[in-house]
């Protein structure tokens, strides 16, 4: 094994990495011992010595070269393939594309990045049928005056910050002592700055001070890039602290919910806020309404709040939530198009929702319509499961959207991402965002068992898992992100196969479903970064359980917790740990990522959460009133709390009714 360990000193006037023995560094490599296969890499110890007499400052890079034809680099949540260099990128929204030669912004053939941007500490790529990578831990402390890596068991001093780098220039995963963001730093899509001087970033050796760092390597076999899975599923293992104790199940869900009810439901629109705010100059509340059927508000708020009403017995809670259901499905529709108009302002239905000016073309939205029909489902079927209550008109309006949904399919089978106005016909495709339809139609068929269409959903499927899941890049779905990867429409694909599974017994649905469960953990936090910035690090906020939303915007935030019912489903069929304890991370991060009491994250009534939380100082956009940064925005958005919410009040709360396990998480022990 061949490891490259260059440095680059603060002192250097450059930005070059130069060999060890230029800096006035050493490094000593013990033999390595292991096969470099998932559950037992490579495992390298090197030593790193200042053999100066005066204090060194900089990032050291340790690189692993490999042979390579064809690379697909995977640094889990930052970089998934090329992330999109290979296609145009003079788009609004920047994110880290890899190309290669001397690209313009915003992209590189080489990337470096502090470790608390990924989800996983380790750097991958997948080329010519095997997957090269490496892991080591996200930072260092200093116990008893003496600089090691952290390890979960470890609650010392916190020292600096370690990174990851990928070269698509030299054929290199890399693994750094400090960091570096570069060439640019990615705050969030619409906020970009270049690479800065070495500063607080470096990691400092005294004079003949030496550092141990501990590397696993992997080299090994895989028939596709999903193998890097494998890999991820052992450093989770290795490196996971569950989250910190929140509130039981049954608190979550009245908390939120209440919350929602109270402070967010507008009775003229028949709806709920996109963003409430506290105003300080009235005591009262100010409102962003920017109005949709789903997506981030509409029918992804109200379903999960008719759902939690129906658990709580809470009748004008209900209420509320069906004026809303009922309110889209009576006037949404496009006679035009046959399709749904996606947003409403001053009392007129449009396409124009906010996320309008940023689209390439316009038309309706496959991910809302979708979305739209699966949450008007879910409330059809708890309002007959939990009152007996038959909503005919909501299938009949399903079923007429779905059949025009079904006639836009291309010849790959392919749902379009963005539909007519005039005729409903299909715009534009290659994107996963029509994984919402995928999931309506395997939905509706399991509800009402009508297998008329179940060839066509086998072949739709058999599409978004060879085009999209099993290359491990998933794009396209959010509006707001130009076809950046992202972790939001693999949550349409996994619900879809589910029902799928469901209605057919066919265990490669099942098979799909934890491919589809791997991309989307690679998203998903593991451990709980050391946050640094309030109100995130003074509540003790944990990121296990949280998955980032997208490379575009590479927040934490909560839509992944609408996926319990899908990982109880899976460990019912199969006894699988892994998944079972990933379905209880997200259950723990919902259960302590809101205002359990007023202002716990420093704004707000009980209940109120937000869609962003900044896992990352590298992401913090948002400030105190004296103008200091916070790592949360101060408002109630709905959507987020619904989320949590969906995750809590369906099949998981009569799981803890009758498998006990509501006894268990309220004990903690769930968590351990």
């Known amino acids: 094994?061949?490891?490259?360990?260059?440095?680059?000193?603060?002192?250097?006037?450059?930005?070059?990495?130069?060999?060890?023995?230029?800096?006035?560094?050493?490094?000593?490599?013990?033999?390595?011992?292991?096969?470099?296969?998932?559950?037992?890499?490579?495992?390298?110890?090197?030593?790193?010595?200042?053999?100066?007499?005066?204090?060194?400052?900089?990032?050291?890079?340790?690189?692993?070269?490999?042979?390579?034809?064809?690379?697909?680099?995977?640094l889990p949540a930052f970089l998934y393939g090329r992330n999109r260099g290979e296609a145009p990128q003079n788009v609004p929204n920047e994110f880290p594309r890899l190309r290669e030669g001397n690209p313009s912004r915003p992209s590189s053939p080489w990337w470096m990045v502090r470790s608390d941007r990924l989800s996983h500490p380790a750097a991958f790529a997948y080329d010519n049928g095997k997957v090269y990578g490496l892991c080591a831990s996200p930072y260092f402390i200093r116990k008893d005056g003496v600089i090691q890596q952290w390890n979960p068991a470890a609650e010392e001093e916190f020292y600096q910050y370690g990174g990851y780098s990928c070269s698509l220039a030299n054929g290199t995963v890399g693994y750094t002592l400090g960091y570096e963001n570069a060439p640019l730093l990615f705050i969030k899509s619409r906020l970009v700055k270049e690479r800065a001087p070495l500063g607080d970033n470096g990691f400092e050796l005294a004079a003949s001070e030496s550092v141990m760092v501990a590397l696993d390597v992997y080299d090994y076999e895989a028939e596709s890039e999903l193998g890097i899975n494998e890999a991820v599923e052992e450093i989770y293992f290795r490196y996971h602290q569950p989250p910190r104790k929140g509130s039981n199940i049954q608190t979550a869900a009245s908390d939120l919910a209440g919350a929602i009810s109270r402070y967010a439901w507008l009775p003229e629109d028949k709806s709920y806020s996109t963003f409430v705010y506290e105003d300080p100059g009235t005591g009262g509340y100010r409102y962003n309404k920017i109005l949709s059927i789903s997506w981030t508000d509409g029918l992804t708020v109200a379903t999960p709040v008719l759902m939690a009403a129906?658990?709580?017995?809470?009748?004008?809670?209900?209420?509320?939530?069906?004026?809303?259901?009922?309110?889209?499905?009576?006037?949404?529709?496009?006679?035009?198009?046959?399709?749904?108009?996606?947003?409403?302002?001053?009392?007129?239905?449009?396409?124009?929702?906010?996320?309008?000016?940023?689209?390439?073309?316009?038309?309706?939205?496959?991910?809302?319509?979708?979305?739209?029909?699966?949450?008007?489902?879910?409330?059809?079927?708890?309002?007959?499961?939990?009152?007996?209550?038959?909503?005919?008109?909501?299938m009949e309006f399903v079923e007429r959207v779905l059949l025009?949904?079904?006639?836009?399919?291309?010849?790959?089978?392919?749902?379009?991402?963005?539909?007519?106005?005039?005729?409903?016909?299909?715009?534009?495709?290659?994107?996963?965002?029509?994984?919402?339809?995928?999931?309506?139609?395997?939905?509706?068929?399991?509800?009402?068992?009508?297998?008329?269409?179940?060839?066509s959903l086998r072949r739709s499927e058999r599409h978004y898992y060879q085009t999209y899941v099993k290359r491990m890049e998933c794009y396209g779905a959010p509006l707001d992100a130009d076809k950046a990867p992202d972790s939001e429409g693999i949550l349409a694909y996994i619900k879809a196969v589910r029902f799928l599974h469901a209605l057919t017994g066919d265990d490669l649905y099942l098979d799909h479903m934890r491919d589809a469960l791997g991309y989307e953990f690679s998203f998903k936090f593991g451990y709980n970064s050391p946050v640094k910035v309030p109100p995130l690090s003074t509540v003790g906020w944990s990121s296990c359980g949280g998955s980032v939303t997208s490379v575009a915007n590479p927040h934490i935030h909560p839509m992944s917790s609408n996926l319990v019912d899908e990982l109880l489903y899976y460990v019912r069929q199969r006894n699988d740990p892994y998944i079972r304890q990933r379905m209880q991370d997200t259950v723990g991060w919902g259960c302590q990522t809101y205002n359990r009491f007023d202002r716990e994250f420093d704004h707000g009534k009980t209940g109120w959460m937000s869609e962003r939380f900044c896992h990352s100082e590298g992401l913090v956009t948002e400030k105190y009133s004296d103008g200091t940064p916070a790592s949360t925005w101060f408002c109630l958005m709905p959507w987020a709390g619904g989320s949590v919410i969906e995750g809590l009040v369906g099949d998981y709360w009569d799981a803890h009714e009758r498998e006990g396990l509501r006894a268990a998480a309220d004990s903690g022990i769930m968590n351990e």
């Open 404 to 455: 025009r949904l079904e006639k836009t399919k291309n010849s790959d089978e392919e749902y379009p991402a963005i539909l007519s106005e005039r005729t409903g016909a299909g715009l534009e495709y290659d994107s996963f965002s029509g994984a919402w339809c995928l999931a309506a139609l395997a939905y509706y068929s399991w509800l009402t068992g009508d297998k008329t269409r179940l060839d």
């Open 310 to 394: 129906l658990r709580l017995g809470d009748e004008p809670m209900r209420q509320q939530a069906l004026t809303c259901i009922t309110n889209i499905v009576e006037h949404s529709l496009n006679p035009a198009s046959g399709l749904p108009y996606e947003a409403y302002q001053d009392g007129k239905w449009s396409i124009r929702g906010w996320w309008f000016d940023g689209m390439r073309t316009p038309g309706h939205s496959a991910y809302l319509c979708g979305q739209a029909l699966f949450y008007i489902l879910k409330a059809y079927e708890f309002e007959k499961r939990c009152k007996a209550v038959v909503h005919e008109e909501w």
């Open 1 to 74: 094994m061949n490891l490259l360990i260059t440095a680059r000193s603060r002192a250097q006037e450059d930005t070059e990495y130069k060999a060890l023995k230029e800096q006035g560094l050493s490094a000593a490599v013990e033999a390595a011992t292991g096969t470099g296969r998932p559950r037992d890499p490579f495992r390298v110890r090197i030593g790193i010595t200042n053999e100066g007499s005066e204090a060194w400052s900089g990032v050291i890079h340790i690189e692993l070269p490999f042979a390579q034809v064809h690379p697909r680099f995977f």
